[in-house]
C-alpha cells in the first residue's frame, strides 16, 4: 500500500466533508467533527515525503515545515470539496446515497459500472490538494526563517561584532565549548559577509524574497490557484492573508 491512497482517502474525505456541513447548517453547535485516523495519517506522511523533494531537503527546520502543513491541511481539510465534478451536491445528499456512493467506491473496480457521483468522487485528485497546501505552507515557512535572518543578520552587523564579542567576555554566563564554537562560526560567518562579493549577493536575494512576498500580498484574492481543485476557503487564505478564514 502506498502511504497515500486516493481512493482510500476520498472515502473517508466525503465522510468528513458531509460531517462538516451538517455542523455547519447546525450554526457550528457542539464540537468540530473529527476526521478519520487514516486521513490524518495519509495527510501527514504527504508532509513528511515533502520534505525530500530536492527544494525543501537541504532546509534545516524540516519539523517546523511539517507541523505547520500538517496543521494547515487539518484546519482547512473541509475545503475539500468535489461538488463541480458531481450531479448532486455534497450538502443535498441523505447519508443513505454517501454511503451508497462508497459502497460503489470500495466493491465496484470497473469504472464503467460506477455512477457518475461515485466516479467523480473516486477520482477526485486529493493527493493534489493536499500536496499543493503542504507545498504552500513549506514556502511560507522558508520565508519566515529568511526573514528572522535577515534580522539577525542587521543586527550583528549594526551592533558590531567587536561589540557582540566585548560583551560575551564580560558576561558572567559562561558558554559551554560547543555552543561558543557554533556563536563564533556564525560570526565569522557574517563577518566575512560584511566585506566580501556574498554581501551584494545577500542584498540580490533579500530584494527578491521582499518582490516575492510583495507578489503573494498584491495578488487577486477573488481567483486563488487553488479554485481548479475546489479549495475554496483554503485558496482565499492563502492570497488574502488581510481577509482570513475565520476560526471555527
Known sequence: MNYFENKHFNVHAIIYRKKYLDWAASNFEGPKPVMHNDMASMIISVANNLTRNYRFSQYSFHDDMVSDATFACFRYI????????????????????????????????????????????????SFAYVNRICW??????????????RVRTALI???????????MGENEFKMDSELERQVMEF?????????????????????????AENHIKSMDATQPDLDW????????????????????
Open 78 to 125: 473541509h475545503g475539500w470539496n468535489p461538488d463541480y465534478r458531481l450531479q448532486t451536491k455534497i450538502a443535498d445528499m441523505s447519508w443513505d446515497q454517501v454511503y451508497d456512493i462508497i459502497e460503489e467506491i470500495r466493491t465496484e473496480y470497473n469504472k464503467e459500472n460506477l455512477s457518475p457521483d461515485a466516479l467523480a468522487i473516486r477520482d477526485f485528485p
Open 136 to 149: 504552500q505552507e513549506f514556502t511560507n515557512r522558508i520565508m519566515y526563517e529568511r526573514k528572522h535572518e
Open 157 to 167: 552587523m549594526d551592533i558590531g561584532i567587536d561589540t557582540i564579542l566585548a560583551e
Open 187 to 211: 560570526i565569522n560567518d557574517h563577518r566575512v559577509l560584511e566585506n566580501t562579493d556574498a554581501a551584494v549577493t545577500h542584498r540580490k536575494l533579500s530584494g527578491e524574497i521582499a518582490a
Open 229 to 248: 481543485l475546489g479549495c475554496g476557503d483554503y485558496g482565499i487564505h492563502l492570497f488574502n492573508k488581510n481577509n482570513p478564514v475565520p476560526e471555527l
